[in-house]
């Protein structure tokens, strides 16, 4: 003979079956139910009559009831009445758990008590379109919804620890610009303001990450505010110069982001100061280029170019070598026709990009 449960099983299958000939089920105003924790019939599976009153439950249902504190027996008790006794003294409840624990709705709510989270799920069963009772399956979802809440407490958490890393590096920045302007010494006020924007350009980088939960910038956005710091030292040489942008940098993680934007910062700034020195009006233009697998940038300015055709030793062109061929593990090339301009290539292989949803739209110059 079939068990009580497999009998009930039975008759609920031919109610949805029933259902879905007639058009009712899966019903129109059900949301849709995300996998991760959502219940199923083997967590457990309780049926209510029209008024809300158990008339079957499993022995997964009791299990799950009786890990939320219930130790009497479901059947024949009204659920939402059961609920309301878990939950006394909770102050945060979900509103729409009543429709659910009684069946009026298709929905889906948790209920948290004495530790203990469980996810019901509520099914509405109509005959000829009259209500004639419901299902509500229920599944112990502790584990998942503390890992989703330790998920969240990490991402804040990191989110501030960047916003504070920001803020240090911006009065770090601050009291470099303000000792610059103490400086007699020219050559003290010039290391102290690339000092300063070097610190500045690390601080973009944080700030963007502190405005998300991903650790992946738009590094389109962090290189316009990069480029204010090269427009601020043109500005001081009453220069007028901007660098422009051609092509898309896209997502890149923190890893590639904080060298990438000391090195430009390093590259524009160089390009402003050296290669544009004496000329009121100059033009820097930045191509970048993105592939699935590589980045390739493209540094150019219409100045003078370099003295004697070779690269400097300066500590500039050190920083950039060891953030981009250390750090980035990419390679850095520098062309120049003196008298006419200076062209710096920068490419770097993405091999270590886990995340890339922005290549598919990036085009390529």
């Known amino acids: 003979m079939p068990s009580r449960l497999e009998l009930t099983f039975n008759e609920c299958a031919n109610d949805l079956f029933r259902m879905g000939a007639e058009g009712t089920f899966p019903d129109e105003d059900a949301p849709s139910t995300p996998s991760r ?21 499993s022995p997964n249902a009791l299990s799950a009831f009786g890990r939320l504190g219930f ?6 008790r009204v659920l939402g009445e059961v609920t309301t006794s878990l939950l006394s003294g909770t102050l945060i409840v979900d509103e729409s758990l009543p429709l659910v624990v009684s069946g009026r709705a298709p929905w889906r709510s948790d ?26 399956l229920c ?19 990191i989110r501030e620890i960047h916003h504070r890393v920001k803020n240090n590096l911006q009065t770090v920045a601050s009291l470099l610009r303000i ?18 924007r070097r610190v500045a350009a690390i601080a973009v980088v944080h700030d963007t990450l502190s405005e998300g939960l991903s650790q992946n910038v738009d590094f389109d956005e962090v290189f316009d505010r990069v ?16 660098p422009t942008l051609k092509g898309r940098f896209g997502i890149l993680p923190s890893e590639y982001a904080t060298p990438l934007a000391l090195a430009l910062t390093e590259l524009v700034t160089n390009a402003v100061e050296h290669g544009l020195r004496g000329r009121e009006q100059g033009e820097v233009t930045i191509t970048a ?6 980045l390739n940038v493209v540094v150019a300015d219409n100045g003078g170019g370099l003295p004697g055709g070779s690269v400097g030793e300066g500590l500039g062109t050190q920083i950039v070598r060891t953030l981009v061929q250390g750090e980035l593990g990419g390679t850095i090339e520098w062309n120049s ?29």
């Open 337 to 365: 026709v003196e008298g006419q301009r200076t062209e710096v290539v920068v490419d770097v292989p993405l091999q270590y990009l886990e995340d890339q949803p922005m290549t598919a739209a990036i085009p390529l110059v």
């Open 179 to 196: 000792q610059s302007r103490r400086a007699t010494d020219e050559k003290a006020k010039d290391a102290l303001n690339q000092a300063m």
């Open 289 to 294: 280029t993105r592939s699935p697998d590589r």
């Open 227 to 242: 480029g204010m710091l090269a427009a601020e030292v043109a500005s001081g040489t009453n220069q007028v110069i901007k």
């Open 71 to 76: 130790d009497q027996e479901l059947e024949g």
């Open 111 to 136: 209920i948290e008590a004495s530790g203990v989270t469980v996810s019901l799920r509520a099914i509405p069963l109509k005959l000829g379109g009259d209500r004639i009772g419901a299902l509500v």
């Open 37 to 57: 924790g959502a219940p199923r019939a083997s967590d457990g599976l309780i049926r209510l009559d029209p008024s809300g009153r158990v008339v079957f439950a």
């Open 139 to 157: 599944r112990d979802v502790t584990v998942l919804r503390r890992q989703e809440r330790e998920l969240i407490t990490k991402d804040a958490t």
